[in-house]
């Protein structure tokens, strides 16, 4: 396999034992590490099995490795590190299952035993999108389109997001006023805003990551609202 562990990567585990105040836990590549009690959670932590039982599966840092020893930590690792990570455990997942579902079992892990000696799944998974020649080279050509024309049926749907707003201005400069502000706030955006009727327009915008999306239409309207209040405009969003 290419993949070594490193400091501060993070990696999927699995809760072996717990021994006093010390986490056993299994790592996804079969290798094992421990876990501190002050590596579990900030604060004073009361029980241990609060956060942690054997079976579990928890997303860890690794600390340090010295002589073998693989010491990782629960509590370092952020938010969206976390969320990150897993999506990249599922993707992979996904990627094998479709190799099992096409080649079969045990066909399938010896293809992927010899993919993992060159690439890292996931990326190998993403490549072959663009390149799939490369996968002829482990699968036969007639399995390899069966592969890819089901990577391309669970290839992710873009994702939207809509918001009214409303939007005037009395002045008999009024329509040129507000098509500037609109125009200004949405330069270099790919938002979409469209008039509706009666002083509403629509803005939509469309893309993979949701958080995004919302900061980037929050971001525009911020930019409308602080103009129409300069201009003298009447600005309003409706709730959603």
Do not use: H, W
Not at 12 to 38: A, H, M, R, Y
Not at 41 to 64: A, E, M, Q, T, W
Not at 98 to 118: C, D, F
Not at 136 to 147: G, P, S
């Amino acid at each position: 396999m290419i993949q070594e562990l490193q400091e501060g990567q993070i990696v999927l585990c699995t809760v072996d034992k717990i021994v006093g105040t010390i986490v056993f836990v299994k790592i996804e590549n079969n290798s094992e590490g421990t876990i501190v009690t002050p590596e579990i959670s900030p604060g004073r932590i009361r029980n241990l099995r609060d956060y942690v039982v054997p079976g579990k599966k928890i997303v860890c840092k690794i600390l340090k490795i010295k002589d073998k020893n693989i010491y990782l930590s629960l509590r370092r690792v952020k938010q969206n590190e976390k969320k990150e990570f897993l999506n990249q455990v599922k993707k992979e997942k996904n990627f094998k299952a479709i190799l099992k579902t096409v080649l079969g079992k045990q066909e399938a892990e010896k293809i992927i035993n010899e993919i993992i000696k060159t690439y890292f799944i996931l990326d190998f998974s993403e490549e072959i999108k663009t390149s799939p020649k490369i996968l002829e080279k482990y699968t036969t050509k007639q399995q390899a389109k069966k592969i890819l024309k089901i990577l391309e049926s669970k290839k992710e749907k873009p994702k939207q997001i809509r918001q009214i707003f409303k939007l005037s201005n009395k002045s008999s400069q009024g329509i040129i006023i507000i098509k500037k502000i609109i125009q200004d706030a949405n330069k270099n955006s790919k938002a979409d805003i469209s008039y509706l009727a009666a002083g509403k327009y629509r803005i939509t915008i469309t893309g993979q990551d949701f958080k995004q999306l919302k900061t980037q239409i929050n971001s525009i309207l911020q930019k409308i609202k602080k103009q129409a209040k300069k201009q003298g405009c009447e600005f309003s969003v409706e709730k959603s």
